[in-house]
């Protein structure tokens, strides 16, 4: 195995782990103490934490380790006998976790940015499964990029 090929699915595992790890805090623990709260405290709490969130650290985690899935896509694509398949489908899970953050979460933090608390339970119904979504397929990807295979 070359360096580049060890390294990649190292680096985007490790990340996605981190990034699925963060989401599944949300799904346990953030998002159930918000829903006891009332509907304007929570809004505004979720609002603060999304402003919060986009920080460099956290960016660098996201936005890399999303680079990094794609660049084990790519290289298996380039050379297919660079990566084992369970590492490209890995990737490609966490890929799909990135992707539906952009295309669900993004959006809807967007809108409830811009709109009232009385959009807070509309925010849930949408929000909740999508971050559930992302966390196993970030995690179940991070999973197979770093799990052990024989040399």
Not at 19 to 39: D, E, I, N, T
Not at 75 to 82: E, I, K, N, R, T
Not at 108 to 133: E, I, K, T, Y
Request: aromatic residues 8%; positive net charge; charged residues 5%.
């Amino acid at each position: 195995m070359t360096t580049l090929s060890t390294w990649l699915p190292m680096a985007a595992g490790t990340g996605s782990a981190l990034v699925g790890g963060f989401y599944f805090a949300f799904s346990a623990l953030v998002m159930p103490a918000l829903r006891h709260r009332p509907a304007s405290e929570a809004a505004s709490t979720m609002n603060s934490i999304n402003q919060k969130a986009v920080t460099p650290p956290f960016m660098i985690l996201f936005f890399g380790s999303a680079a990094a899935s794609a660049g084990v896509v790519i290289a298996a694509v380039v050379d297919p006998g660079s990566h084992p398949p369970l590492r490209v489908a890995g990737a490609a899970a966490c890929l799909a976790g990135f992707l539906s953050t952009m295309a669900i979460n993004v959006p809807l933090n967007n809108r409830l940015a811009q709109g009232s608390s009385q959009n807070w339970n509309q925010f849930l119904r949408g929000w909740v499964p999508a971050n559930h979504l992302r966390a196993a397929l970030s995690i179940a990807g991070a999973a197979a990029l770093l799990i052990p295979l024989n040399p």
